[in-house]
């Protein structure tokens, strides 16, 4: 083996879980991680948007992260959380905070760039664009989605389900996207 096969470089990663599947974004983008708490709803916003918070004076959008992507969603827990993170919305190079509600926070992983694979090409009508690829960890027995999260989370048509509006009030079964 030489020197260019056996080296890779490793990037951080915040992994997260969304009801049974696990995701992960670049720890660059993560601002920081709270506790989940009420949520004041917006009306006329998209049924991923759940409202906003006030977090030491900053108002933050709020987003059912489940689903924004189409995934099923799941019911509020104890360890139901808000990762505020720091995205590019749109076309400008402004930089917003938005919260989305995770499932489960798991670790900060450092994944090598030789266990990351581009997504896997499922066909024409499946938009897989959010997905910057799949890592594999834990000597390739698990993966994680490695999202873009700023296309998963941007406002030009990217979304990819128009699941019902959340109702986020905490220990409600209908809750996070329901």
Request: charged share 20%; with cysteine.
């Amino acid at each position: 083996m030489t020197a260019e096969t056996t080296t890779s470089t490793a990037q951080k990663f915040l992994t997260f879980m969304l009801h049974t599947e696990e995701f992960a974004v670049d720890i660059h983008k993560v601002r920081e991680i709270i506790a989940f708490h009420d949520i004041s709803p917006l009306p006329n916003v998209p049924s991923h948007v759940v409202g906003v918070i006030n977090l030491r004076g900053t108002i933050i959008p709020i987003v059912d992260l489940a689903a924004k992507l189409g995934l099923e969603a799941f019911q509020l827990t104890d360890e139901t959380c808000i990762v505020v993170l720091e995205v590019f919305v749109d076309s400008s190079e402004e930089v917003a905070l938005i919260g989305c509600i995770v499932h489960q926070v798991r670790e900060v992983l450092d994944i090598l760039t030789s266990a990351m694979e581009p997504p896997p090409r499922i066909g024409a009508g499946v938009d897989l664009s959010y997905l910057k690829g799949v890592g594999k960890i834990a000597d390739g027995e698990k993966i994680v989605g490695l999202l873009d999260i700023d296309l998963a989370l941007a406002d030009d048509g990217h979304s990819t389900a128009d699941a019902p509006s959340a109702d986020c009030e905490e220990g409600d079964s209908n809750a996070a996207g329901q």
